[in-house]
């Protein structure tokens, strides 16, 4: 079974701050790789995914993510946080198939952005 | 807005009631999940539905039983529920198509409190 790790359970920063998010994975096979962001009282947005191809994915709101497959990891980046991306972050991860199956999330990062 | 549909938004319900929890999607979504989630907690897998077909069930407690009765709906029958089970529900959908898993789209959740 896949599980996922993330290791800033909550992380402040000052607007115009870089950000990077750390993700970890473990899956004895291929894997799809989501993040997804949870505004306070709102339902979980997909930021990005990372199917296959370049490692390098680009998402909504100016966020990336880099697939280090070596690593098993898949770590969140924004070159500058704004206020308005204090919410709560949880890196996903699926089995690769051709069906629906489970999808486990990491256990979150709450990022406050402070003005 | 989120295109997955939940309702009610909140319930309670006594540990004898019957009750049902009800999701809708129109994206044309062959995929639908319900997970649980507890406070600052990440989202866990309950059920998933492929063509109106369960294909997992985390081993979830019979109290819960969940029905989807076309490709748009999805609900969740709740009966003698326990106070741990208080918590939010999160109904997600999600395409079937090509071979990689589709990302899911999530409702705004129903929020249980079970007393």
């Known amino acids: 079974a896949q599980s996922v790790s993330q290791h800033n359970h909550h992380v402040i920063l000052s607007e115009a701050a870089s950000l990077e998010l750390g993700c970890n994975y473990s899956y004895g096979g291929t894997v799809n790789l989501f993040w997804y962001v949870q505004y306070p009282g709102q339902h979980l947005q997909l930021l990005l995914k990372y199917f296959s191809g370049d490692p390098l994915v680009k998402g909504i709101k100016g966020f990336e993510a880099e697939f280090i497959k070596s690593k098993f990891s898949f770590n969140l980046r924004k070159p500058s946080v704004q206020w308005s991306d204090t919410a709560e972050y949880f890196c996903a991860v699926t089995p690769f198939t051709g069906t629906a199956s489970k999808l486990t999330f990491g256990t979150g990062t709450r990022l406050q952005v402070t003005l | 807005d989120t295109e997955v549909t939940q309702t009610p938004k909140h319930l309670v319900m006594g540990m004898t009631n019957k009750k049902s929890l009800k999701c809708e999607q129109h994206?044309?979504?062959?995929?639908m999940y319900w997970y649980k989630q507890k406070a600052k907690k990440p989202p866990e897998l309950m059920f998933v539905?492929?063509?109106?077909?369960?294909?997992i069930n985390e081993s979830v407690p019979s109290r819960f039983s969940p029905e989807c009765p076309n490709s748009s709906l999805l609900n969740l029958h709740l009966h003698a529920l326990q106070p741990e089970d208080s918590a939010l529900y999160l109904c997600a959908s999600s395409a079937l198509v090509g071979v990689s898993n589709q990302p899911q789209h999530f409702g705004d959740g129903t929020r249980l409190s079970i007393l």
């Open positions: 994206m044309g979504h062959r995929a």
């Open positions: 539905y492929s063509y109106e077909k369960l294909s």
